[in-house]
């Protein structure tokens, strides 16, 4: 027990255990000095002068270091920073001391200054060694629990993951560097060789790496290719080094969102910011994914004023209490309730209206078509004409993939709002739809039902082997779709590139890789009432390029406002199966799949 007791580390034993070793290498660098002064034999005459020396030197060198809070640094973080500290205390203690000399010099008499010199190289070297040893230590020792790391990179963040790792703040020992800069292979950070990035299937098998740390940004199809590498090579540990705000690097595990969403190059903040700064933002479905995400974006773009819409308590109380309560405005509407939202836009006069609140699970519309209808197409009617009576400068209605030759009713309603979008008499409101593809991570979405799967040891089910989908991450789509609406002029539909799509069997497999899972298997369900093998971004190949690539535009063509009036009153009035038929006749691509079958 007292043994424990005296090993365990604390701030006061830390202090007193160098102390206590900078007075014995103080005592002994001073006769060593002598000792080299003086060919190693002392003359009687000088053992004085030495006891004076040491009666002086040694406590004044102990009071200038705890003025230079030397003994605040702990072991393993000594750098250099705290070296050049040490060695301007040793300049300022020295220097004193040589004052006091020469004040006092008959106290020292007889004294070989030559010993002040000698003896200031010795204690900065042996006292500097001291507290460096333990780091040497630390870098040349792996304890056994720790895994042999591989670093991507040779970057900022390989060399902090490394003083981590030697520090113990992470049980990882690293073992090597790999790089694609010709410059660095060959060279060393801390001891550790940096190799070329062909070799990492063999550093691998050599040094058996047992984790993979990527500390060097990364397009995602070349951060998909180096997953496959090294999951071929049986590395189940991978993680990405991330910068945070404290400016501290932080390991995350590799996510199905690294590898495969689509990251857009030419988001222009800028331009986001002059579109939102200093506006009265009114957004509906502001609980939502997307409508809680361009709630936060808005937020950080310096809105003047953020009205929440949303008839979901819980996701309205859930953004409200994340963004700042002096901004904000929570109110808990229903959109197809024209009589309650108008008096919102009658007290806030929103400048900028995004309605994002919609139905959007193809199976529940395909259950509940009525009520698909009017929260969908009423409600995006009511926003849009409220918004013009009440002088809205610009409205953004968030579309989707899946309005495109649809073939669903969910669909279908959302190509109804881009037409009215297009067609209603806007006056001095600009009114633009922008149609983006699904997000990775959004609320309904195959992303969190596999890992839920997955979590409960389930195989992951997949409807048909051939299914694709456009993915990006939600806050570069909200990002891209406040771009699109800063440079729209009005009547414009405009669909963000959503890159390749890709295949959720694919998505599915790289999944159960991700989660090191060899029990789990994919297997297929057919597709469901209303679901497409292939979703469409564009109508036809009219659609033009803007000033960004990431963002298009379609040509729509001319629709009679009055004749759109008429077919929506007899949508309204309909029953289930005349609504199917009304749908059809104003969206005449509208190909109702209904067999489930794939």
């Not at 939202?341 to 078509?369: G, M, S």
């Not at 279908?412 to 922008?434: D, N, Q």
């Not at 789509?477 to 729209?488: D, E, F, N, R, T």
């Not at 590139?497 to 057919?526: C, N, Q, Y």
Request: net charge neutral; aromatic share 10%.
């Amino acid at each position: 027990m007292l043994l424990e007791f005296f090993l365990q580390p604390t701030s006061k034993k830390r202090i007193l255990f160098f102390v206590v070793f900078d007075v014995l290498i103080s005592l002994a660098t001073i006769v060593l000095a002598y000792l080299l002064r003086f060919n190693f034999v002392i003359k009687p005459d000088f053992y004085d002068s030495m006891i004076a020396m040491i009666t002086v030197l040694v406590p004044l060198k102990i009071v200038i270091f705890f003025v230079f809070k030397i003994y605040h640094v702990a072991w393993r973080f000594f750098g250099l920073s705290e070296y050049r500290r040490i060695i301007l205390a040793h300049l300022v203690t020295y220097g004193l001391f040589t004052l006091i000399y020469l004040l006092f010099t008959d106290y020292f008499a007889p004294f070989p200054r030559s010993v002040i010199g000698i003896d200031l190289f010795l204690s900065i070297f042996f006292i500097g060694f001291l507290r460096i040893s333990k780091r040497l230590y630390l870098e040349n020792y792996r304890p056994k629990q720790q895994e042999k790391m591989l670093i991507v990179g040779t970057t900022d963040r390989a060399a902090d993951i490394i003083k981590s790792a030697l520090r113990g703040e992470i049980d990882y020992h690293p073992m090597a560097l790999v790089s694609d800069d010709k410059h660095t292979i060959g060279t060393y950070f801390s001891n550790i060789r940096v190799y070329g990035c062909e070799m990492i299937e063999r550093l691998v098998d050599q040094l058996a790496i047992e984790v993979v740390v990527i500390a060097q940004p990364m397009p995602q199809k070349e951060l998909d290719r180096l997953f496959t590498r090294l999951y071929g090579v049986g590395v189940r540990e991978i993680k990405i080094a991330q910068i945070f705000q404290d400016n501290k690097t932080a390991l995350s595990d590799i996510s199905i969102e690294d590898l495969l969403a689509r990251k857009p190059q030419d988001l222009d903040r800028l331009s986001i910011a002059n579109f939102i700064a200093g506006k009265v933002v009114l957004i509906t479905g502001a609980g939502g994914s997307i409508g809680s995400e361009l709630s936060r974006q808005v937020e950080q773009f310096g809105a003047k004023q953020i009205i929440l819409m949303d008839n979901s308590e819980f996701n309205l109380y859930a953004i409200n209490e994340e963004l700042d309560a002096n901004k904000t405005v929570a109110v808990m509407q229903n959109v197809q309730e024209r009589a309650m939202i108008e008096q919102t836009f009658a007290r806030y006069k929103p400048d900028i209206v995004i309605h994002a609140a919609a139905y959007k699970h193809v199976p529940l519309c395909e259950a509940n078509i009525k009520e698909a209808i009017f929260n969908n197409v009423v409600g995006t009617k009511n926003v849009m004409d409220l918004s013009i009576k009440y002088g809205v400068k610009k409205v953004v209605l968030i579309s989707t993939d899946k309005a495109v030759r649809p073939t669903n009713v969910m669909g279908t309603t959302k190509r109804i709002c881009e037409l009215y979008a297009h067609a209603v008499p806007s006056g001095e409101t600009e009114i633009v739809a922008v149609r983006f593809g699904n997000v990775l991570g959004s609320s309904g979405s195959v992303i969190p039902k596999f890992k839920a799967q997955i979590e409960r040891g389930e195989n992951i089910t997949v409807t048909h082997p051939e299914i694709t989908r456009y993915f990006m991450m939600i806050p570069e789509a909200c990002q891209l779709v406040l771009q699109a609406a800063s440079i729209a002029k009005g009547g414009e539909l405009f669909i963000l590139d959503m890159g390749e799509p890709i295949k959720i069997v694919d998505l599915a497999k790289r999944m159960i890789e991700l989660s090191g899972r060899e029990d789990i298997e994919i297997v297929f369900t057919g597709l469901r009432a209303g679901e497409k093998l292939y979703e469409e971004l564009l109508i036809d190949d009219a659609d033009l390029k803007t000033e960004y690539e990431s963002i298009m535009v379609s040509q729509n063509s001319p629709i009679d406002y009055a004749q759109l009036l008429k077919k929506l009153e007899k949508l309204f009035n309909a029953n289930e199966q005349e609504a199917l038929e009304v749908l059809k006749a104003i969206v005449p691509e509208f190909n109702h799949q209904t067999n489930a079958k794939g």
